[in-house]
């Protein structure tokens, strides 16, 4: 559904940056953190986070490293200290909007003649 899609790529740079407040993640973690955290009503499938992993990290809000896991290298990514500013402002501005949409739909059908 596009409603849907359009709301998952608006939030996606939120929500990984939040994950990554906590620690150091790869990108199926990622992913997985998401599913399990949303109880599977919000999800980003990988062809979806990857082109966001690679925004946050060329505007160096995030970094990435590599590092050997059951004979495996994988790549992490790690919220560096523009990161949290950036996450900081874009969550004061996530509560103000929909502070202001709920205002909006919670409005009686009389408000709106005001």
Same mark, same amino acid.
């Given at each position: 559904? *596009? ?10 740079? %939120?929500?990984?940056? =939040?994950? %990554? ?18 109880? !599977?009503?919000? $999800?980003?499938?990988? !062809? $979806? /986070? ?5 925004? /946050?990290?060329?505007? !160096? /809000?995030?970094?990435?490293? =590599? ?10 990514? =790690? *919220?560096?200290?523009?990161? /949290?500013?950036?996450?900081? $402002?874009? *969550? ?17 059908? !009389?408000?709106?003649?005001?």
């Amino acid at each position: 559904m *596009l409603i849907r899609e359009n709301f998952r790529r608006a939030s996606a740079e %939120l929500i990984v940056l =939040h994950l %990554l407040l906590e620690e150091d993640l790869y990108g199926y973690q990622i992913v997985q953190k998401i599913k399990i955290s949303s109880k !599977g009503l919000f $999800t980003l499938p990988e !062809g $979806t /986070l990857y082109p966001v992993m690679y925004r /946050l990290t060329s505007k !160096g /809000l995030i970094s990435e490293f =590599h590092r050997m896991v059951n004979k495996r290298m994988r790549k992490y990514y =790690h *919220l560096e200290p523009d990161g /949290l500013a950036y996450y900081e $402002t874009m *969550l004061c501005e996530y509560k103000s909007i929909t502070e202001g949409i709920a205002n909006i739909l919670n409005s009686e059908a !009389g408000d709106r003649d005001e």
